[in-house]
């Protein structure tokens, strides 16, 4: 018996280890962009640092300024700043937009602090940084500079880091941008840095990152059946690879599930004054949705209290939705499945139910 359970438990070391051992990340994290539900992950609640992965938050802040095709001039401070470059030029007149495809396409440091200085000056932008941080839930995040240059107290975790790319891919001018592999104005071209878009058929960004001291980190996304993935390793040697695997993983968990068919009934609902005491409320249409592994999710149906005759078929009496979370998989509204006629001999209400007849109308609870 001995003997069994430690054959048992060195079976389970080894797999163990061999899940480990199969991605070379120091951490990682694999989420669900749409409900933000944890797929996989290894270390992913380890503070790191993060390298130009840093201008995820960046390039958000920076899509999300009202005025992102306006004209800027580049200062002295920002051109020949240290690391990857876009190269900018002193004096040189842009959009903010292409500065904004320069710090992600490029990972242009000098484009990273160009952006800090014109929205609001270096120090204010690193304090938005790391406000938005806080707002977002993101505890063990912390931004030092714009870049991504290493710093004392620089650093994200995996799973943060995920889940700020979640955030980030919400914004389309950030989303389009990160899904750009090459981008061209006037005479100068730049390239996306992140070889996934090339390497994986349905990636949609987002960043990669390096320094000495972070190693090699990677922010990868990508989207099938309506379902985006967001992948992170953080110092990984093999991280093209790694995230391949990784994604190709959260994919094979994903499964289509139907809660309700077209003309299914959800519910009954009451009816006043009516041959019928009751007319049941149908879906208009199927309610289906591919849902990954670990994700749960719930029906929640809403219909009205009750309805007076005539009910006419067809008429909207509510909604059917599916949840995972705060995140709406799929919805349809409900229909009135058949006609149910006045009842006449119900007609004749006193004047207390003409009054309340009247007030539930006014306040709109019969639908029409």
């Not at 980190?217 to 040697?237: H, I, M, P, Q, Y």
């Amino acid at each position: 018996m001995k003997g069994k359970l430690l054959f048992c438990l060195a079976v389970a070391a080894m797999l163990c280890a061999g899940r480990c051992m199969a991605y070379s990340a120091s951490a990682y994290a694999v989420l669900s962009a749409d409900t933000g539900v944890l797929l996989d992950g290894m270390q992913e609640n380890q503070r790191l640092p993060m390298a130009s992965t840093t201008k995820i938050m960046t390039g958000l802040l920076a899509a999300e300024e009202a005025e992102i095709d306006r004209i800027i001039t580049v200062s002295d401070t920002c051109a020949g700043i240290e690391g990857s470059s876009m190269y900018l030029q002193a004096g040189e007149q842009l959009p903010l937009r292409d500065v904004l495809y320069g710090l992600m396409l490029c990972s242009g440091n000098d484009a990273a602090e160009c952006i800090a200085e014109e929205c609001g000056g270096r120090d204010a932008f690193v304090a938005r940084m790391n406000a938005r941080a806080q707002e977002l839930g993101l505890k063990d995040t912390h931004f030092d500079n714009p870049s991504g240059l290493d710093g004392a107290t620089h650093y994200t975790t995996a799973y943060e880091l995920a889940r700020l790319a979640a955030e980030a891919l919400k914004n389309e001018t950030f989303a389009e941008v990160v899904a750009t592999k090459s981008y061209t104005s006037g005479t100068r071209t730049m390239v996306n840095h992140n070889k996934m878009l090339r390497l994986y058929p349905d990636a949609i960004g987002v960043k990669t990152g390096y320094t000495m001291t972070a190693g090699r980190c990677l922010v990868s996304a990508a989207k099938r059946n309506g379902r985006t993935v967001v992948a992170v390793t953080l110092n990984d040697r093999n991280d093209w690879n790694d995230h391949v695997q990784l994604l190709d993983e959260a994919f094979a968990g994903m499964q289509e599930q139907q809660w309700a068919k077209q003309g299914d009934t959800a519910c009954s609902i009451p009816v006043q004054t009516g041959t019928a005491g009751t007319v049941d409320a149908v879906y208009a249409e199927d309610l289906s949705a591919s849902l990954l592994q670990k994700e749960t999710a719930e029906l929640e149906i809403s219909c009205v209290d009750f309805l007076y005759a005539p009910v006419k078929p067809g008429t909207v009496c509510g909604t059917a939705r599916v949840v995972c979370r705060d995140m709406v998989l799929c919805e349809t509204q409900l229909l009135c499945g058949s006609e149910v006629q006045l009842d006449t001999a119900q007609e004749d209400l006193s004047r207390k139910e003409r009054f309340l007849l009247w007030w539930d109308r006014l306040r709109k609870r019969v639908v029409t």
